[in-house]
T-cell receptor
């Protein structure tokens, strides 16, 4: 069984640029959630994708967008990068069941630095 | 807005000590409370608690939920250096997306 993988592991960008982060979900999982973890903080929910559609969104501006593909992998795109976007971006995959919750398994994250 | 507060924010103990980490919450529609351990990057799942008063146990770690007091504790007995990590408490609330609302975490350092 393959776990959750993310790429790249580290990334350095400058203000105003755009970035795409990638996540491959664990085998058998159909739901992907993205979280932003700033230094010294707990992860904050960005959004979740299920069946290629956004299924819940946290308090993040529209320049944070995402996609889920038919193989359940996912991308997080951030436009017009700001210094405060510097953080660890975590992807978590799970198996969505109607009326139930299944454990979210986290990937190793992508460390984004915005200069 | 759901809120999770963890205390203490950091803790230094000696190997063999017992520690108790606290998590309190405010939530509109409680579903579950979870504990995660974060060593380097990926948080790893420890416990999920849904019912009040029922202790979950795994080796030296245990956790219990008190829905009346809106809180949970995570106990670690006979601590080892390998327990050094950030321990995160998270809530699932409402319906639908099962998003996790995390606290800031407790950074535990176990020294020999």
């Amino acid at each position: 069984e393959t776990g959750v993988t993310q790429s790249p592991t580290h990334l350095i960008k400058t203000r105003g640029q755009q970035v795409t982060l990638r996540c491959s979900s664990q085998s058998g999982h159909n739901t992907v959630s993205w979280y932003q973890q700033a230094l010294g903080q707990g992860p904050q929910f960005i959004f979740q994708y299920y069946r290629e559609e956004e299924n819940g969104r946290g308090n993040f501006p529209p320049r944070f967008s995402g996609l889920q593909f038919p193989n359940y992998s996912s991308e997080l795109n951030v436009n017009a990068l700001e210094l405060d976007d510097s953080a660890l971006y975590l992807c978590a995959s799970s198996s969505h069941l109607a009326g139930g919750y299944n454990e979210q398994f986290f990937g190793p994250g992508t460390r984004l630095t915005v200069l | 807005e759901d809120k999770v507060v963890q205390s203490p924010l950091s803790l230094v103990v000696h190997e063999g000590d017992t520690v108790t980490l606290n998590c309190s919450y405010e939530v509109t529609n409680f579903r579950s409370l979870l504990w995660y351990k974060q060593e380097k990057k990926a948080p790893t799942f420890l416990f999920m608690l849904t019912s009040s008063g029922i202790e979950k146990k795994s080796g030296r770690l245990s956790s219990i939920l008190d829905k009346k007091e809106l809180s949970s504790i995570l106990n670690i007995t006979a601590t080892q250096t390998g327990d050094s990590a950030i321990y995160l408490c998270a809530l699932i609330s409402g319906a639908g997306s099962y998003q996790l609302t995390f606290g800031k975490g407790t950074k535990l350092s176990v020294i020999p």
